[in-house]
């Protein structure tokens, strides 16, 4: 009986052995970003030292910044196309490294998602005051009129300014 009971509990350390190996195989405790969660917290994290590298006039460190950004977002949205702040984020960092077409793109999928998203509204009207189109830059602010948020005051402030 003493060795049935060493050879279940050898069998039953060895499945947990197992198991174990399969799911660290299947899983990421890194944060190298198989997680949807955790690419958009990592893209997030880089756009705001990108932002901060931009108010220093750093350009060219702050788009390095956004590309990796980017790479983050595009992973991201490969996961869940659903997701209004992904989509902000994947024009946002399109529109920070030139590419505006791309960028209206995305800021218009997250719009059919969320036609109320704040960021959204804010930055696709920033893109339209960028590419001298005030008209719909106007139209963004006057979505955001009456929020008492910051995206109203400052896209107001840009149009007014331009």
Not at 31 to 55: C, F, H, I, T, W
Not at 91 to 115: I, M, Q
Not at 117 to 125: K, P, R, S, V
Request: proline share 0%.
């Amino acid at each position: 009986m003493n060795k049935t009971i060493k050879l279940l509990i050898i069998l039953f350390a060895a499945s947990l052995f197992n198991y174990n190996l399969v799911y660290a195989a299947g899983t990421s405790s890194s944060g190298d970003g198989y997680n949807n969660a955790s690419l958009y917290k990592q893209g997030k994290k880089l756009v705001l030292r990108a932002k901060k590298l931009e108010k220093k006039n750093k350009k060219e460190k702050a788009e390095k910044l956004y590309l990796k950004a980017l790479s983050k977002f595009e992973k991201a949205y490969t996961k869940n196309k659903k997701n209004a702040d992904i989509l902000n984020y994947l024009g946002f960092t399109l529109r920070k490294t030139g590419n505006l077409k791309e960028a209206e793109k995305y800021y218009l999928a997250g719009l059919d998602l969320d036609s109320g998203h704040l960021g959204i509204n804010e930055y696709l009207g920033e893109l339209y005051v960028q590419t001298d189109r005030i008209e719909l830059a106007n139209e963004r602010l006057a979505v955001l009129k009456g929020c008492d948020c910051e995206e109203y005051e400052e896209l107001k402030e840009l149009i007014d300014n331009n």
